[in-house]
């Protein structure tokens, strides 16, 4: 049985893909990022959001 994390992850996975907003390899890269046994550093992320971007976001 799925844990309440990953159900919540899917769903949330799965509403960013809908939007369109941002692009399916971004969703893909991360779902690698957040599917893992361990959370990401913030730095993973804000190196992930700011290469899709083209630089900072801040």
């Keep these: ?26 969703v893909e890269r991360l779902r690698a990022l957040l599917s893992g046994s361990k959370l990401p550093k913030a730095e993973q992320l804000v190196e992930l959001f700011s290469s899709v971007s083209g630089g900072n976001l801040a």
């Excluded at 919540?8 to 941002?22: M, N």
């Design 1 to 26: 049985m799925p844990s309440l994390e990953s159900e919540v992850l899917k769903s949330f996975l799965a509403r960013l893909e809908e939007t369109g907003e941002v692009s399916e390899a971004l």
